[in-house]
């Protein structure tokens, strides 16, 4: 379980391509066991915001100030994809 | 890995289909073969006890090989139970082919499937695609997988004047001083249709042909009719995922071949390959369900998107 005050990264085992044009657009590779994943509008930012290890409340607030959005609600979804990222092995939890 | 009553049997198999990669028969290893070559025979036996750890499936879903593991040697076994094996401290390939595969099919199973997976292994980009090329129009390539429509839309192109690429796999160069992606063309090409397709294609007097065979339409390219390096101008993709980069970059690369998926370095290989072939060429998603009525209106809409182009 993720919480808000935890720092999240980027996992080390997987590649990614940017495809971005006018929205953020990624394709991610886990190479463990070579699984394609595609992450497009705010997943696709997040995974960008994600270039350095962030703590998940910074994370909702910059997404909230970048996109119209509810806060509470934001920070829900945005719990909701991490814990997503980490079960499919794309995402750690930095230990404090 | 399923049991056959294997019997062994020299294929005519057709020589130089790939540059650089040469096909001779042998009754016993030579060691004087060089890498990139293909030696034939039918020595080993593969032991019945493994699973497969990877398979392919076509657009029916129906397994047309599957991928097997023995110590560092790979074995492929078609739905026919034709055994080719493949020995990374050796440049022979191993073929076992049942009694009951015709010449001509293992002739295709090698050059359209064995063939390109070893040079996928030796590090070139292979797209299950079939191309075609126009002097005036460009080249284009038609990517999906098996029973998706490559060959029937690539054979109803060669019938309006194009010329056949390659069909089934097709090798890919990426670089280029123009960032442009090239295609290597092979020496001679034949379709595989299966009956209505053919049908379809080649008219009336065909009435006998039966839809759950394959035929081999040959187009013979003489030397002097393509050059050895082509411009890929646009490839389409003709599965029904969607119509956003991210979704035609995940079609490429499960349209690429990859001799051992569960090898990290070689799928991180493909992915960095693929992702700049998405980059550097025009993808377009095709709206191709296998209608023959279709081919005319499909066939008129990409040519004018080419000619629009020029």
């Known amino acids: 379980m993720i919480s808000r005050d935890q720092v999240v990264r980027r996992s080390t085992d997987q590649m990614f391509s940017d495809i971005s044009q006018d929205t953020p657009e990624v394709v991610v590779l886990n190479t463990k066991n070579n699984q394609y994943f595609g992450l497009e509008d705010v997943a696709g930012r997040v995974w960008q915001l994600l270039a350095q290890p962030l703590k998940v409340s910074d994370l909702v607030l910059k997404i909230v100030s970048e996109y119209e959005v509810d806060s509470p609600q934001c920070e829900v979804d945005i719990l909701d994809f991490l814990a997503q990222l980490e079960s499919n092995g794309l995402l750690i939890i930095v230990p404090n | ?310």
């Open chain 2, 1 to 310: 890995m399923p049991q056959g009553n294997l019997t062994f049997k020299v294929s005519e198999i057709d020589t130089g289909i790939y540059p650089g990669l040469s096909l001779m028969e042998c009754s016993s290893a030579d060691s004087n073969l060089k890498p990139g070559q293909v030696l034939c025979l039918g020595t080993i036996v593969p032991a019945p006890e493994d699973s497969p750890f990877h398979c392919w499936v076509d657009s029916q879903g129906t397994v047309t090989l599957s991928f097997f593991k023995q110590g560092e040697k790979f074995v492929l076994v078609s739905n026919n139970l034709d055994y080719f094996v493949l020995d990374p401290s050796s440049p022979a390939i191993a073929v076992i082919a049942s009694s009951t595969t015709p010449s001509v099919t293992l002739d295709h199973l090698l050059s359209d499937q064995i063939l390109p997976l070893v040079l996928s292994g030796l590090g070139n980009l292979i797209l299950h695609a079939s191309c075609v090329t126009s002097k005036d129009l460009g080249t284009i390539a038609f990517v999906g997988k098996s029973g998706a429509g490559k060959s029937t839309l690539a054979s109803y192109f060669c019938k309006k004047g194009f010329r056949p690429v390659a069909d089934d796999a097709l090798q890919i160069c990426l670089s280029d001083a123009d960032g442009k992606p090239n295609v290597k063309p092979l020496k001679r090409v034949s379709f595989r249709l299966w009956g209505d397709s053919y049908q379809a294609i080649y008219g009336a007097n065909t009435a006998d042909l039966d839809c759950k065979t394959k035929y081999d339409v040959r187009v013979a390219n003489s030397n002097d009719e393509i050059p050895k390096i082509l411009r890929l101008d646009r490839l389409y993709l003709l599965d029904s995922s969607g119509n956003d980069t991210r979704s035609k970059l995940i079609s490429l690369l499960e349209s690429s071949f990859v001799l051992d998926v569960r090898d990290s370095s070689t799928v991180q290989r493909n992915f960095l390959q693929v992702t700049k072939l998405a980059q550097d060429a025009a993808v377009e998603r095709l709206c191709y369900v296998r209608d023959f009525s279709e081919l005319d209106d499909v066939y008129s809409k990409i040519l004018s998107g080419l000619e629009e182009k020029r």
